[in-house]
């Protein structure tokens, strides 16, 4: 059977936010030591960052960078990471069991940043684990006030005389996990994130801010920490997170695959929450997503081994450093097609993470720096997807799932461009078969298919490894055509395709 649907530009879900193509660099393993940073890398600048990742950094199409965790951020002092490097403390990590030293710090990751080029963003996370408003506010004035006071004096002081205008802040993470540092009640967070929200908004208005929302849809919590919070904290906050991490469980692959109407359901059930609080608070405003952790994490084997062996308190330990297969880069795929297709109130989002801790970039310390079948969609989908969301409902032949009952094989999603070109994403999750595509194009000035690329392998579970970084990568696809207003495709079994229409 033929997959259809049918594209109209009278028929939109919304703009793209570029920071929906965000990332996350937490101190966790080797995502900043080795990973970004290493002074005496062949490839590092004289701030010891590792340019043969910036250049991959820049490749990926990164936008807002959150930092410094994640779990890290509830026992984080920001005062550890300023001034000069010497003088910085040796400090216990509790989330990740290592020794943080600190050489990385607040102004190397602006510095960080400004190397990668104006689309990167700080996205900086407050600590309301162990600490509270006032630390918030020191921070936020350390960061952002021009001169004049003590801690904009001392910035200057530490080399950094302009402010870091650090604008997008999250209130805490992850706050309702038990596994966090300082895990409050939902009533709890609630009071802290609106009392730190305003004192906030007193030192500057125009601050953008994030609030807690649940660690995943399956928290015992779900959706009644979301309505307390918010009552809380409507008027003060613009954002709520999600974070959402997927694997195969017990060899279920044919949901795995499917791991998007998950994620898919997650957004629209956060959206409605939100908006049943907005109606119950009789207000105008209108409350945005932040999903600033969102991946495939192979948690439960990553879990079993931190029980086994728990850490002896190491530097930049090697962690979580997922190797992902050509299905993990399908259904990665199809979970940035669900965070497009929600692009009207998605309005930021975070690839946890970006270097070598579940990363589409991978480096070895003193070798080579690869990208990971993952980084493809993500890149391509960073460069191409930038536009208005057209609204696509497809008609799909379905398959069986444990899960999610009957699933589309068919998952897309398509962005109008500025210039009136179009990028179908697509990702076909069946693993035996091709499937055929017919789209009609109502209402749009399409005569060409500009390009058809897939990420698809005779070997589902082929990766990019040390030994060979490029076993994997997108190929070209022959015979798509676009003809009298309608696109035909032949989506290959267990793919993501990317077809440019102009
Ligand atoms: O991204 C890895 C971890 O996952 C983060 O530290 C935490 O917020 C989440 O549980």
Redesign the pocket.
């Known amino acids: 059977r033929t997959a259809r649907f049918a594209l109209d530009p009278a028929f939109t879900v919304g703009a793209v936010d570029p920071r929906l193509f965000g990332s996350?660099v937490?101190h966790?393993g080797r995502c900043v030591y080795t990973g970004i940073f290493e002074p005496g890398h062949p490839s590092a600048d004289t701030d010891g960052i590792r340019t043969d990742v910036l250049d991959l950094v820049r490749e990926l199409g990164v936008t807002a960078i959150r930092y410094p965790?994640?779990?890290?951020?509830s026992g984080y002092k920001w005062e550890d990471s300023v001034g000069p490097v010497d003088e910085r403390p040796r400090r216990l990590d509790l989330?990740?069991r290592s020794t943080e030293t600190n050489r990385f710090g607040l102004s190397e990751y602006i510095a960080f940043l400004r190397k990668i080029g104006p689309q990167a963003e700080p996205m900086m996370a407050l600590n309301l684990g162990t600490r509270g408003v006032a630390e918030a506010l020191e921070l936020q004035e350390y960061a952002n006030h021009p001169s004049g006071t003590a801690l904009s004096d001392l910035r200057a002081a530490h080399g950094d005389k302009d402010p870091f205008g650090i604008r997008l802040w999250c209130l805490g993470?992850?706050m309702d996990?038990p596994?966090?540092t300082g895990h409050k009640t939902a009533e709890e967070y609630g009071r802290l994130a609106a009392e730190t929200a305003r004192a906030m908004r007193q030192l500057d208005p125009g601050v953008e801010l994030v609030a807690c929302g649940s660690?995943s849809q399956s928290m015992p919590t779900f959706a009644e920490w979301e309505a307390t919070v918010l009552t809380e904290t409507y008027d003060l906050v613009d954002h709520v997170s999600l974070?959402a991490?997927y694997q195969p469980v017990d060899g279920d692959v044919d949901s795995f695959l499917a791991s998007a109407v998950d994620m898919e359901s997650f957004i629209e059930n956060v959206v409605a929450t939100c908006d049943h609080v907005g109606a119950k608070l009789k207000s105008k405003k209108r409350i945005n997503l932040s999903f600033d952790?969102w991946?495939v994490?192979y948690?439960l084997e990553h879990q079993k081994e931190a029980a086994e062996n728990p850490l002896d308190w190491p530097e930049a330990p090697r962690l979580?450093e997922d190797n992902y297969s050509v299905l993990d880069a399908v259904v990665f795929g199809s979970l940035l097609i669900a965070l497009l297709r929600h692009a009207d109130r998605v309005t930021v989002a975070c690839l946890?993470?970006l270097v070598n801790?579940?990363a589409p970039i991978m480096t070895e310390p003193g070798g080579p720096a690869w990208r990971q079948t993952t980084f493809y969609p993500f890149s391509q989908a960073s460069r191409y997807g930038r536009g208005e969301v057209l609204d696509v409902r497809v008609d799909s032949p379905t398959y069986p799932t444990e899960k999610y009952g009957e699933a589309d094989l068919l998952h897309a999603t398509a962005v109008r461009a500025a210039d009136g070109s179009v990028t179908v994403f697509a990702v076909n999750r069946g693993r035996a078969e091709p499937l055929p595509l017919e789209v009609a194009l109502n209402g749009l000035a399409l005569t060409e298919v500009v390009e058809h690329s897939a990420l698809a392998d005779a070997d589902p579970d082929a990766r990019n490894t040390l030994d060979d970084p490029e076993r994997v990568t997108p190929h070209p696809v022959e015979g798509t055509t676009l003809q009298d207003g309608t696109l035909d495709a032949v989506l290959e079994p267990l793919s993501w395709n990317v077809i440019r229409l102009r």
């Not at 965790?69 to 951020?73: E, I, R, T």
């Open positions: 996350f937490e966790l965790g994640g779990n890290f951020v989330a990740w993470n992850e996990g596994w966090q660690s974070h991490y952790e991946n994490w948690l979580l946890a993470q801790v579940i």
